[in-house]
C-alpha cells in the first residue's frame, strides 16, 4: 500500500501555507516600513 498521494499532498499543503505566512510578513514589513518613514529623522524628542 502506497502512501504517496498523501505525503506529497502534504508536502503540498504545507509549501503552501509557508508560502502564505512568508508573504504576509512580507507585506507587514512593507506596510511597517512605510509608515515609518513618515517620521523621518526627526529622532527622539528631548525636552533638555
Given at each position: 500500500?502506497?502512501?504517496?498521494?498523501y505525503i506529497f499532498?502534504?508536502f503540498g499543503l504545507?509549501?503552501?501555507?509557508?508560502?502564505?505566512?512568508?508573504?504576509?510578513?512580507?507585506?507587514?514589513y512593507r506596510t511597517?516600513?512605510?509608515?515609518?518613514?513618515?517620521?523621518?529623522?526627526?529622532?527622539?524628542?528631548?525636552?533638555?
Amino acid at each position: 500500500m502506497s502512501h504517496a498521494g498523501y505525503i506529497f499532498a502534504a508536502f503540498g499543503l504545507t509549501g503552501i501555507i509557508v508560502a502564505g505566512i512568508i508573504m504576509a510578513l512580507m507585506n507587514d514589513y512593507r506596510t511597517l516600513k512605510r509608515d515609518l518613514a513618515q517620521f523621518g529623522d526627526k529622532g527622539p524628542e528631548t525636552d533638555a
